[in-house]
Each structure stands twice: as structure tokens, then as C-alpha cells.
């Protein structure tokens, strides 16, 4: 009786708050996308005008390369960026709303086709994929986790010209360990394994390093210089395709309320992301032949490599853990102690992103790289009495109702340490639906269609496991890993058996957001990410990468903002002052250049 009474009074306060909130949303987006599209310009057809460079996307990737290209750079270049989202605005830097940009105009709000061996306890067998429709695009939805990797990520399907010293060389975004948020940080970590992961050579736990300076979320589009006047910035304008002559990129078209318009470029980089960039390439009429012969568009350059190659990094475990105290309880949202924190000091809630510890490690010790990452939240999806999260990652409301709602109306009884895959073996696809541009691309993940996924996941599951039952601190919570005995599907399976933990697998793993790998060097772009027989056309986000960090994704996404903007700059320096090619990428020259 109670614990309903509980569960009612937590179920009103956020379905309240959601509405107002995602109102008070919609009426932005509306009175921006009303007033204006427009940054330092005045109109939205440029026929006339040739720029420098024009940069397709506005996310991790394309910020930083637009950053790159003003800053330092003598030459004048002019620079058009197009993003097919609209302004963002201070309210959106409170760490705590990202979850709630989710299915709103901020929010591309992608799916994939329903899988078969993976997503059992998902609505259709579908998973969701949140992606930035904004100026910053997935940086502003994201949990601003900021890890690098592992050096022995630049494995041999890497170029030796990238390596994990890159990261010293050239990135200029700041991040930092977010503070012990609560006593977890304390509680489950062992003194000895505390290490700092960004150096890229070792495994252990640490507390979370977050893009976020003074309490507020500071990535990526924070780097763009919107008053340089040599920057113009397109928003709410979204490009079907890059232009060519012969085969080289001349500029993109796009569309803007309804209207087409063409924009002319000496050099076109897709930062669309790694959904978008290869949905641009297609349409372009770059991609596999016979693909693009079916959806009857033209063939520009056969280039089997558009589309595949896409990996993701799933994880299993929110709200497995049980525990008798509350961490973070769900009436906390009203208790006016966090408003004061963050007007006070940029403390407290308000500018928690929600992930307080991550960690890397090895399911075993002989491995050159980590293959199973920890992200620790200290709550549970569960919070929001299924208001929010539920319908984010879309769980069938059987598997709502048997597993995550069971937790008695307190919420705070549980936390998550979810156990994401670090290299997956199953790929999958991005892919045309349509000739139409604006029909979303066919998004085919094949998660867990490798079965060694699925064993690492399991043993990611035991090193859980091993993790409460060895550490005193825990047990003296009375942390216990959750085990149902009423997930849909997995009934009949013996209680922790290698099978019940599989079918557990393969009914709650869901994305963590990371897909790269669609426009992967070495068959789609070369090492400097310029795409592979077409002229003046590169492409600089995630979907470039050959294979996955050992890490989130946004750490490599915007290194590879920063190397591709850095090598247009000393080509034109180069070009201009007849570098010698042999000393292009020295030292010299680019001393030169900055
Ligand atoms: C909910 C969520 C949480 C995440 N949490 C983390 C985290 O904590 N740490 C981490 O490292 N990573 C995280 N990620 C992943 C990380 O944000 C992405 O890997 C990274 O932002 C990818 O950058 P990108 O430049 O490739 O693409 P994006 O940042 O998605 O940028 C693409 C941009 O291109 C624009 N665009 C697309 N198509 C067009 C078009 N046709 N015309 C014009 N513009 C277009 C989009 O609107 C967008 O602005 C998270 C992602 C999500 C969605
Ligand atoms: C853009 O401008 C050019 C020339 O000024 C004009 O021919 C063209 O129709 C315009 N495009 C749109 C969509 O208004
Ligand atoms: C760049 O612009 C500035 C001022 O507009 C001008 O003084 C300078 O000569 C220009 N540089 C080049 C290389 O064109
Ligand atoms: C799932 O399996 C069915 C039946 O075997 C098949 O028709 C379908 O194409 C598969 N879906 C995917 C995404 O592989
Ligand atoms: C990891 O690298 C850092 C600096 O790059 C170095 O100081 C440290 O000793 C290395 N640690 C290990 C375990 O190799
Ligand atoms: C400890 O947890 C177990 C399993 O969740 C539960 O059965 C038990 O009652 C708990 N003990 C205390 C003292 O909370
Ligand atoms: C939590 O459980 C432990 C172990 O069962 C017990 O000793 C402790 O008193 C409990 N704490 C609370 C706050 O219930
Ligand atoms: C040589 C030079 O001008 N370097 C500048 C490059 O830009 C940064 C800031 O963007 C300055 O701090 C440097 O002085």
C-alpha cells in the first residue's frame, strides 16, 4: 500500500515534469525555426557565392573541424557549415536534460529494422538510435563521457599515420573527473585499481572524465567561433547530396522548408555522422552499384565499402544491481538543495550526467586491448516509474512490468553497472529504403549475430559478479546482482545458468550510442579521410573509423574532427607556399602554419 502510494506520487511528479519540460521545448524550437535559420548571413541561397570549404553537420565531428579550420588560419578561408537542426540555447547546457531531448525535434530519432538475435525485450525487436538534430548534433544528447581508448586500439586496420599519441598532439578539448557524486564512489571500488584510463595503458576504474566545464556541458559546438566573419552557419537546412563535376565535389544541395538550393565549395567534408554521412555518399551516387542501380540513382563512383562495416557498442545491466540503501532516491528532482547547489556552486544534480564511474578491463588477462567497459550509474531506469527511459529504449511493457517495475516504488533500491561489449564481432549496415533523400536510411546493426559477443557479454556479466561478492564495502549494502525469475522468455531457464544469463543478454541489451564504421578508411576514405576516386570531398566523424575504441566514442570522433581539419589547412598552406611535399606533414611546416 505504501509502496504504491510511493510509486503513484513518483509516476505524477515525472510525467509532469517531462510534459512541461518537453513543452516548454517544442515552443523554443518553434519560435527559433520561426524567427530565423540564420547566422551571419542573409538569405539562404548563396548561387553566387564560391566558398572555401562547406562542412555537412554540426556534431563531434564537424565542430571541430570548422574549430580547425578558423582558428589560426590566416588565409581567409571562408567556411559554410549546413546542420539540418536548429540553434541550441543555454537551458539545453544543464547536464541533466540531455535524457529528455530524446524523441523531440532535437532528436533524429533513427531505428533499426527489428533483430533477430538481439533486442528480444524491445518493442518489434527494434532498437532506438537517438541522434542530435542540433547545433552540436549527438554532443548535445550525449552523457559527455570523455575517454580516449586504449593505445593498442590502433590496431593494423588503422594507418600507422593515427595513433593513440594523437590525441596529445592535437586535441584541444577540455574534460575533466566529475567528483564522488555518492557514496558508490567509495563503496565499490578497490584503493588499487583506481587509475587514470585517458592515458590509454592500463584498466581499472576511475571517476567518470566529462566534457563539461563549471557544471554545464561544454562539447563540441562550444568550440565553433559563430562570430568569426568568415564562418557563415546554415541551420535548419538539410543537404541531399554533394555536387560533382566529373569526379570532382563542387558543392552539396539542400533543402530548406521545402525549397531546394545549391551551395558551391572548393572542398565538401560530410560530417552527417555515421548514419547520415553514408545516407549523403549514397544519394550522391557513390556507394555499392548494385545498390544504387536498384533505387534507379545514378552511379558516380562503385565503392563497395558505403554503408558497411557499421558497429555499435551494445550494453546489458540497467538496473541489475539491488541494494538497501538509496543513492539517489526519485524525489530528489524537487529538493531545492540542488537548485542552490547549481546557482551556488555548479553542484550537485542539475549538472550530473548520470554516469558516476566507468571502467575498463579484460575478461582475459592475455588480451592487448580492454573488451569489456563498466558504466556505473547510481540509479536505474526504473527512476521515472516508466515515464521517460521506458519509452527511450522502447521496452515491450511485459518486460517493463516484469523486471524493472518490480523494484518497489522507492526506485533508489537498485543501481546499474552496465556491461557494454568494447569489439564487437557482428556487423551490420546502413543502406538505402528509397531514391527520396528524405526517407531514413535502413539501419541494420545484426547485433549479437556473432556468438562470441554474446559469451564476452557473459563474462563481462561474471566479472560483475565477482565484483560484489569480493568487496566487503558492497556486501555490507547488501549489493546483490538481480536475478528474475519472470523475464519473458527466459523462464524456463535454470536461474544464473550459462543459458538464463544468454537469453538475459539477448532480451536487455540495448545501444550505447556509439555506431561508427560506415565510411571506414582504408576502402571508403584514405588515411586523411579524403573519400577514395573522387576529387575535394572528405568526410570527418564516426563513421571513418575502421574499428572501435576501447571507449566512448566522441574522444576519437573529435580527434578525427581535429586531424582533418589540421591536414585541409597544411594542404592550402602547402599549395600556397609550394611546401615540399616531402616535408608536408613535418614539424616545420606546421610550426609554419600555426
Ligand atoms: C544519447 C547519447 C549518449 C551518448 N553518450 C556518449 C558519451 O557519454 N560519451 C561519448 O564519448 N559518446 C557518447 N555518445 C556518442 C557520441 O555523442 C557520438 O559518437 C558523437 O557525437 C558522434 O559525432 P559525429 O560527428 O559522428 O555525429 P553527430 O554528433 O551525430 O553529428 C552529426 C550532425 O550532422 C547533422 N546532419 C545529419 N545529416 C544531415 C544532413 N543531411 N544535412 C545537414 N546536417 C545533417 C546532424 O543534425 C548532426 O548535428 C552518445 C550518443 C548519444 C546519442
Ligand atoms: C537562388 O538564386 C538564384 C540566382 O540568384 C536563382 O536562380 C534561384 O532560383 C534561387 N533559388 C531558390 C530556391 O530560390
Ligand atoms: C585577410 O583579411 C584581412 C582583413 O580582412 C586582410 O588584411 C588580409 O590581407 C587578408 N589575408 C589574406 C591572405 O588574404
Ligand atoms: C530475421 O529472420 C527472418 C527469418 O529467418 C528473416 O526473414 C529476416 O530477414 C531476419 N532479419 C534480419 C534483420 O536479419
Ligand atoms: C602509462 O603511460 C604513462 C604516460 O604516458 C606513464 O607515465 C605510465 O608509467 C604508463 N603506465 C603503465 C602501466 O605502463
Ligand atoms: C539482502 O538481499 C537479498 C537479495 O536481494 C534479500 O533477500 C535479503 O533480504 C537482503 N538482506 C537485507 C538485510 O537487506
Ligand atoms: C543492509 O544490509 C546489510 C547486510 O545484510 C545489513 O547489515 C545492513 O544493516 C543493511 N542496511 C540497511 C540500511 O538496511
Ligand atoms: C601562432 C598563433 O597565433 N597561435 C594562436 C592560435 O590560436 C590560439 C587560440 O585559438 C592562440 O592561443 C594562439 O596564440
Known amino acids: 500500500m505504501w509502496s504504491q502510494l510511493n510509486f503513484c506520487c513518483v509516476y505524477l511528479i515525472y510525467s509532469c515534469s517531462y510534459t512541461v519540460f518537453v513543452t516548454v521545448l517544442y515552443i523554443t524550437n518553434f519560435l527559433y525555426s520561426q524567427s530565423s535559420f540564420l547566422y551571419g548571413a542573409n538569405n539562404v541561397n548563396f548561387t553566387h557565392i564560391t566558398f572555401d570549404y562547406i562542412v555537412?553537420?554540426?556534431?563531434?565531428?564537424?565542430?571541430?573541424?570548422?574549430?580547425?579550420?578558423?582558428?589560426?588560419?590566416?588565409?581567409?578561408?571562408?567556411?559554410?557549415?549546413?546542420?539540418?537542426g536548429s540553434m541550441s540555447y543555454s537551458l539545453l547546457n544543464l547536464p541533466m536534460v540531455a535524457p529528455l531531448l530524446q524523441r523531440t525535434p532535437y532528436d533524429w530519432a533513427f531505428q533499426t529494422v527489428p533483430q533477430n538475435d538481439s533486442c528480444w525485450g524491445l518493442q518489434n525487436q527494434i532498437s532506438k538510435w537517438p541522434r542530435g538534430k542540433i547545433l552540436g548534433g549527438s554532443s548535445r544528447l550525449n552523457y559527455m563521457v570523455y575517454l580516449r581508448g586504449h593505445r593498442n586500439d590502433f590496431d593494423s586496420s588503422w594507418p600507422s599515420s593515427w595513433q593513440f599519441s594523437d590525441f596529445d598532439q592535437y586535441s584541444s578539448v577540455s574534460y575533466a573527473p566529475i567528483d564522488p557524486f555518492t557514496p558508490l564512489s567509495h563503496h565499490l571500488v578497490p584503493e588499487d585499481q583506481w587509475v587514470d584510463l585517458n592515458q590509454g595503458n592500463v584498466?581499472?576504474?576511475?571517476?567518470?572524465?566529462?566534457?563539461?566545464?563549471?557544471?554545464?556541458?561544454?562539447?563540441?559546438?562550444?568550440?565553433?567561433?559563430?562570430?568569426?566573419?568568415?564562418?557563415?552557419?546554415?541551420?535548419?537546412a538539410f543537404v541531399t547530396k554533394v555536387l560533382f563535376e566529373?569526379?570532382?565535389?563542387?558543392?552539396?544541395?539542400?533543402?530548406?522548408?521545402g525549397s531546394k538550393y545549391r551551395a558551391r565549395g572548393n572542398t565538401v567534408i560530410l560530417s552527417a555522422g555515421a548514419v547520415m554521412s553514408p545516407h549523403i555518399l549514397l544519394?550522391?551516387?557513390?556507394?555499392?552499384?548494385?545498390?544504387?542501380?536498384?533505387?534507379?540513382?545514378?552511379?558516380?563512383?562503385?565503392?563497395?565499402?558505403?554503408?558497411?562495416?557499421?558497429?555499435?557498442?551494445?550494453?546489458?545491466?540497467?538496473?541489475?544491481?539491488?541494494?538497501?540503501?538509496?543513492?539517489?532516491?526519485?524525489?530528489?528532482?524537487?529538493?531545492?538543495?540542488?537548485?542552490?547547489?547549481?546557482?551556488?556552486?555548479?553542484?550537485?544534480?542539475?549538472?550530473?550526467?548520470?554516469?558516476?564511474?566507468?571502467?575498463?578491463?579484460?575478461?582475459?588477462?592475455?588480451?592487448?586491448?580492454?573488451?569489456?567497459?563498466?558504466?556505473?550509474?547510481?540509479?536505474?531506469?526504473?527512476?521515472?516509474?516508466g515515464t521517460g527511459f521506458r519509452h527511450s529504449f522502447g521496452f515491450?511493457?511485459?518486460?517493463?512490468?516484469?523486471?524493472?517495475?518490480?523494484?518497489?516504488?522507492?526506485?533508489?533500491?537498485?543501481?546499474?553497472?552496465?556491461?557494454?561489449?568494447?569489439?564487437?564481432?557482428?556487423?551490420?549496415?546502413?543502406?538505402?529504403?528509397?531514391?527520396?533523400?528524405?526517407?531514413?536510411?535502413?539501419?541494420?546493426?545484426?547485433?549479437?549475430?556473432?556468438?562470441r559477443d554474446v559469451e564476452t557479454l557473459i563474462k563481462g556479466i561474471r566479472l560483475v559478479q565477482d565484483l560484489l561478492s569480493s568487496n566487503p564495502r558492497l556486501q555490507a549494502l547488501n549489493a546483490t546482482l538481480r536475478i528474475s525469475t519472470t523475464i519473458p522468455g527466459c523462464e524456463a531457464h535454470p536461474i544464473d545458468s550459462h543459458p538464463y544469463w544468454e537469453c538475459y543478454v539477448r532480451t536487455l541489451s540495448v545501444t550505447s550510442y556509439h555506431p561508427i564504421g560506415t565510411c571506414a578508411i582504408g576502402t571508403v576514405v584514405d588515411s586523411h579521410l579524403q573519400v577514395k576516386g573522387v576529387?575535394?570531398?572528405?568526410?570527418?566523424?564516426?563513421?571513418?573509423?575502421?574499428?572501435?575504441?576501447?571507449?566512448?566514442?566522441?574522444?576519437?570522433?573529435?580527434?578525427?574532427?581535429?586531424?582533418?581539419?589540421?591536414?585541409?589547412?597544411?594542404?592550402?598552406?602547402?599549395?600556397s607556399v609550394s611546401c615540399p611535399r616531402l616535408f608536408m606533414w613535418s614539424a616545420k611546416c606546421c610550426l609554419l602554419e600555426d
Not at 556534431?59 to 579550420?69: A, D, F, N, T, Y
Not at 517495475?405 to 549496415?429: C, W, Y
Open 56 to 84: 555537412v553537420g554540426s556534431g563531434s565531428g564537424g565542430s571541430i573541424v570548422v574549430h580547425e579550420l578558423l582558428r589560426n588560419n590566416t588565409r581567409n578561408h571562408s567556411i559554410l557549415l549546413i546542420e539540418a
Open 396 to 451: 515491450k511493457p511485459e518486460v517493463w512490468n516484469s523486471y524493472f517495475q518490480t523494484i518497489d516504488g522507492s526506485g533508489g533500491s537498485v543501481f546499474s553497472i552496465l556491461v557494454v561489449l568494447l569489439h564487437p564481432h557482428s556487423k551490420g549496415s546502413i543502406s538505402l529504403t528509397s531514391p527520396d533523400p528524405n526517407e531514413p536510411p535502413r539501419i541494420d546493426p545484426r547485433y549479437l549475430t556473432d556468438r
Open 535 to 575: 576529387r575535394n570531398l572528405y568526410v570527418g566523424d564516426a563513421s571513418v573509423f575502421p574499428s572501435m575504441p576501447s571507449a566512448n566514442t566522441q574522444a576519437l570522433t573529435i580527434l578525427a574532427g581535429h586531424k582533418l581539419g589540421r591536414h585541409l589547412k597544411y594542404l592550402a598552406y602547402a599549395q
Open 283 to 385: 544519394h550522391s551516387g557513390i556507394g555499392p552499384r548494385d545498390q544504387l542501380k536498384q533505387h534507379k540513382i545514378p552511379v558516380l563512383l562503385d565503392s563497395p565499402g558505403v554503408g558497411q562495416n557499421l558497429q555499435d557498442h551494445i550494453g546489458v545491466g540497467v538496473d541489475n544491481v539491488a541494494i538497501n540503501i538509496t543513492l539517489v532516491s526519485p524525489f530528489e528532482v524537487l529538493n531545492w538543495r540542488h537548485s542552490w547547489d547549481f546557482f551556488t556552486k555548479r553542484e550537485g544534480l542539475w549538472t550530473f550526467g548520470g554516469v558516476e564511474l566507468v571502467a575498463l578491463l579484460k575478461t582475459d588477462p592475455s588480451l592487448s586491448v580492454p573488451d569489456i567497459q563498466f558504466m556505473i550509474a547510481p540509479m536505474g531506469i526504473s527512476i521515472d516509474a
Open 203 to 236: 584498466t581499472g576504474y576511475m571517476n567518470t572524465p566529462l566534457t563539461r566545464s563549471e557544471g554545464l556541458r561544454s562539447c563540441c559546438d562550444h568550440y565553433i567561433d559563430l562570430e568569426n566573419e568568415r564562418l557563415t552557419v546554415l541551420t535548419e
Open 246 to 257: 566529373d569526379n570532382t565535389a563542387v558543392g552539396v544541395e539542400y533543402e530548406v522548408a
